[in-house]
């Protein structure tokens, strides 16, 4: 976005003016892809820069001009500009006071506007001039872009709304109009509503403002809500069909996918077999040389093999010794497990004692710390009632004070009152007051110096709990952690205990093992020589009978695979007969569902029908009633007045009857 200040500056100075530093701001400050120039005052050479850069711009797509007091040239230039732009999608151009050349303007727009979605013309004064406006609506019939217009407060006449009912009929892609605050009046409703029908996209018209009667307003909405439940179907409808025929092209392709893969797959059976049966016959030719070698072989093998018969019977005697020296080895192995396990055993009981000793003597001072801590909750709670006990004396003694202040102020009402009743005995009474005075002092002076030191004591005995509270927690601390380390070192002292025993049985237990495999070896190796002897005359007596089984199988594979060649290719046939049959089924469902969505469209359009021919009926019916309404009212209206005039020439003829003069006849009041 740093290339439009740049853009703008460049063509202001081209065209000899001075670019509007408010201007350079917003576009500045502007986000991707929005512009907003609201309440700003756009001069005529801003306006001429603007419609020429946003004629090539392609990162906007938004617009905000509103407030900004556009000229009618200014406008056209600015609107002329956006013909040529590909990317807008919102046009904000509320309260510019657009008239006649910016209906215009706006009606060249979109006719040559290829992008604009969204359009606000709130607060102009496009419907007073009723040729550009009618401009401006052709324009709107020619339309296929626009979705959303807002035309409030434009000052349209039913004249207006019948040129925008006439451009709503021809209209196939707006679906918000909002007309609130005009002056459609009756027969532009009407005009609004005659266009519904015909008009399958708008689902959301806004005519409150209009003077506009309450049945055509409901007739609107009737309208609106018949053209949201058609959008919605025809969504659903074209939803389901795009499904479907994804279902289908996804099955033809898988079907036909698996078309070539099967016979990709037959024709590698094929050449396989092919391939199989040229080896067999190779194959055949050298087993039947190699037969002929391997006779020869086992001739020169029976000599071999009674020699080695010879060489195994000293073998035998051999292992025999040595098995017996194996057997007592093992013997004293077995023992010397024992003696060991025996061993393991009292070590683990001794450790296992120790431990549970250990595990005692932690619970005692689990239990001690526990008992502890009881004392300290003991001494908190002791603590806490010799504060309560302290706040009562401090009250007490505030109370004293009270008393005795209350009892000075008493006595001085005394003496005043002595004073006033006898002025003799003022000397003694004074004597009397003084003397009082100071007792209740000397008793104020002791009780404050008592509960001093009571306060004190308190102190003194709140901050011995203290320490002695902060001393237990201390030894239980202490004592659990030298019991845990106790604890500690006995595991620790067990557990080498047992590595180094452990080491030691296995240090003997790999020696015994290590003279027992040399033994066990030496015998294995008489074992295997007299085995392999054996092994060879066995193993080329059954590669015979095997390669004659080998010949035999082969044969059998032939034609097992021709039966399966045959088999195979018989059910694959079924099998793309029957994924046809069943493609052919769901074409039948998707034509059938085709023929359901149509006729649920002839049904829309015969309801639309009545539901507009009833309409009709019930204005005229309104029409006649209004009409019968009024001559009813006129009726009335003439009785009063025949009523009235009857009343007045009775009154004068009382009247005059009363003072003795001629009837005269009055004319009635207005």
């Not at 066995?538 to 009978?545: D, R, S, T």
């Not at 007045?648 to 005059?656: G, P």
Request: proline letters at 1%; charged letters at 30%.
């Amino acid at each position: 976005m740093e290339e439009l200040p740049r853009s703008y500056s460049r063509l202001c100075k081209e065209s000899g003016a001075e670019p509007q530093e408010a201007v350079l701001q917003q576009l500045h400050a502007a986000p991707r892809g929005r512009l907003d120039l609201a309440t700003q005052s756009l001069t005529l050479d801003t306006c001429r820069a603007l419609g020429e850069l946003l004629q090539k711009e392609a990162q906007l797509t938004e617009l905000v001009l509103s407030d900004c007091m556009l000229s009618e040239e200014g406008a056209a230039l600015l609107l002329q500009g956006l013909c040529a732009n590909t990317v807008l999608r919102c046009l904000d151009l509320k309260g510019n006071n657009l008239q006649a050349a910016g209906a215009e303007a706006l009606g060249r727009l979109l006719r040559h506007s290829t992008s604009i979605q969204s359009l606000t013309l709130e607060w102009n004064n496009l419907g007073t001039w009723e040729d550009a406006f009618a401009t401006f609506c052709r324009a709107l019939a020619g339309n296929g872009i626009l979705r959303q217009l807002d035309l409030r407060n434009n000052q349209i006449s039913h004249q207006g709304a019948e040129e925008l009912a006439l451009a709503l009929k021809s209209n196939t892609s707006l679906q918000q109009l909002d007309l609130r605050w005009n002056n459609i009046g009756l027969l532009g409703g009407r005009a609004l509503v005659n266009c519904l029908p015909s008009n399958r996209t708008l689902w959301k018209l806004e005519l409150a403002g209009n003077n506009v009667p309450s049945d055509v307003l409901r007739a609107v909405e009737q309208a609106m809500d018949h053209n949201q439940d058609r959008q919605a179907t025809f969504r659903e409808s074209r939803a389901r069909a795009r499904v479907l025929s994804k279902e289908v092209r996804h099955l033809r392709e898988e079907k036909s996918k698996q078309f070539l893969d099967l016979m990709e797959t037959i024709d590698k059976q094929r050449e396989e077999m092919a391939r199989s049966s040229r080896t067999s016959a190779a194959r055949v030719g050298q087993l039947q040389e190699a037969l002929d070698e391997r006779h020869s072989i086992i001739s020169a093998l029976k000599a071999k093999l009674q020699m080695t018969q010879a060489a195994l019977a000293l073998s035998e005697q051999k292992a025999q010794d040595l098995g017996g020296l194996l057997v007592t080895a093992e013997q004293e192995q077995r023992d010397e497990a024992q003696r060991q396990a025996k061993e393991h055993r009292l070590a683990q009981q001794e450790a296992a004692e120790r431990e549970s000793k250990l595990l005692r003597d932690l619970s005692a001072a689990n239990e001690k710390s526990l008992l502890l801590r009881n004392q300290v909750d003991e001494l908190e709670r002791k603590m806490k009632s010799q504060q309560d006990q302290l706040f009562l004396a401090r009250q007490e003694l505030t109370n004293t004070s009270a008393e005795l202040k209350m009892r000075a102020t008493q006595a001085e009402e005394r003496l005043e009152l002595e004073k006033r009743r006898s002025r003799q005995n003022l000397e003694d009474l004074e004597q009397l007051r003084a003397k009082e005075v100071e007792h209740m002092t000397r008793h104020l002076e002791e009780s404050e110096r008592a509960m001093q030191d009571r306060v004190q004591r308190l102190e003194a005995a709140r901050l011995s709990l203290e320490e002695e509270v902060s001393r237990v927690k201390a030894l239980a601390l202490s004592e659990r952690s030298q019991a845990e380390e106790e604890l500690i070192k006995a595991r620790n002292q067990v557990r080498l205990e047992e590595q180094q025993h452990q080491a030691h049985l296995e240090e003997k237990l790999r020696l015994l093992a290590q003279a027992r495999d040399e033994a066990q070896s030496t015998c294995l190796q008489q074992r295997q020589a007299v085995a392999e002897a054996q092994a060879r005359a066995g193993q080329l007596g059954l590669q015979l009978e095997g390669l004659r089984r080998r010949l035999e199988e082969l044969q059998q594979e032939l034609s097992n695979k021709d039966q399966e060649k045959v088999a195979e290719v018989t059910r694959v046939r079924l099998e793309l007969q029957e994924q046809i049959g069943r493609l052919q089924a769901e074409l039948t469902a998707q034509e059938a569902l085709k023929e359901k969505v149509a006729a649920l469209e002839r049904q829309l359009k015969v309801m639309a029908s009545d539901h507009r021919e009833a309409l009709l009926d019930r204005e005229s019916e309104n029409a006649s009633l209004r009409e019968k309404l009024r001559l009813k009212e006129a009726e009335i209206a003439r009785i009063r007045d025949e009523e009235a005039q009857r009343a007045s020439f009775l009154q004068n003829a009382v009247l005059a009857y009363v003072q003795g003069s001629p009837l005269r006849t009055l004319s009635p009041p207005k």
